[in-house]
């Protein structure tokens, strides 16, 4: 799909189509209708009221023109002069308070009618990137790659993903369809570590792909898994020394499985956790608990 040189996925345009639709419905702003004309127009500035790492910048064009074009059905022709939109910050730069995001110019009606449903996505989007970026300035200078989780809202997830990475995160599995996690239910239920793990791998065969990662709760559970060769293994609410005595094992075995810490991971845990050899630290925190950033629209 392409909207004015923007080229989106299905999935993201269909995330835009809900958000203006949930909004506008089948009528449309009836305040902006009923304070301003169709001759009425005006320009409006996006800026940042907050430091952070700017992340839906892409989203602001194609959604003015969806709101267009949502407002067009309601009249029955388009605008005679469609929204204007000019984005001067890309996803991933850095915001400071006063930074100007976009200059957007055309009828008022258009205008407002796309405000709140352009900020939440760029407040709610920008803040996982800004999270992301502190931890992973955290994690620089260290081999250590901060991943994100599943944790993310429904039907939200490209573009929480899309905003861990331009935060510096990297992308954990998609979903459950491109990756083998064994977590401790799974493991529970298949009678144990070894049991869950010769099931995964008789199903993948004598393919190297999907990878096979397992969830282990104890140090005793990862030496029973490591000899088994997973690909990943994670180490779930596992303390410093522990992690550390895996990595240990992991080291002395010569064995490539790539280890993962997760669970209760924070900006104040992180470098302890970093420091003992992991290869990937995992938090859901940076999807399911990122505050939005400030961002706002104000009519010049």
């Not at 345009?13 to 305040?31: F, N, Y």
């Not at 984005?87 to 055309?106: S, W």
């Not at 991971?265 to 470098?271: A, E, G, K, N, R």
Request: hydrophobic share 40%.
């Amino acid at each position: 799909m392409l909207m004015r040189g923007v080229i989106m996925d299905n999935g993201v345009a269909d995330i835009l189509k809900i958000a203006v639709a949930e909004d506008l419905g089948v009528v449309g702003d009836i305040t902006s209708q009923a304070l301003f004309g169709d001759s009425d127009h005006g320009e409006a500035l996006i800026r940042s009221k907050r430091s952070g790492v700017l992340s839906g910048a892409t989203l602001i064009t194609p959604l003015f023109e969806l709101v267009d074009s949502h407002l067009s059905t309601l009249t029955s022709s388009p605008p005679a002069s469609p929204t204007k939109t000019e984005v001067y910050c890309h996803d991933g730069d850095a915001l400071e308070p006063g930074k100007v995001i976009c200059r957007i110019t055309g009828p008022v009606r258009s205008i407002l009618s796309g405000e709140r449903s352009i900020l939440n996505l760029l407040q709610h989007l920008s803040g996982i990137a800004t999270i992301t970026a502190k931890m992973a300035e955290t994690l620089k200078g260290t081999p250590v790659r901060l991943l994100d989780t599943r944790k993310t809202n429904p039907g939200l997830r490209a573009l929480e993903k899309a905003a861990v990475r331009h935060g510096g995160g990297v992308n954990h599995r998609a979903g459950l369809y491109d990756m083998v996690l064994i977590k401790d239910t799974h493991v529970k239920r298949a009678g144990g570590v070894k049991q869950a793990l010769a099931r995964a791998f008789a199903w993948r065969g004598g393919k190297d792909t999907p990878q096979i990662e397992i969830e282990v709760q104890t140090v005793e559970e990862f030496l029973e898994a490591l000899p088994l060769g997973p690909d990943r293994i994670m180490l779930d609410n596992m303390n410093a020394q522990e992690i550390e005595t895996c990595v240990e094992a992991r080291n002395a075995s010569g064995l490539k499985t790539e280890l993962e810490a997760s669970g209760g991971i924070s900006l104040f845990t992180l470098p302890d956790i970093a420091a003992t050899g992991v290869d990937f630290i995992s938090s859901g925190a940076i999807t399911h608990s990122a505050p939005a950033l400030d961002i706002h629209l104000v009519m010049v």
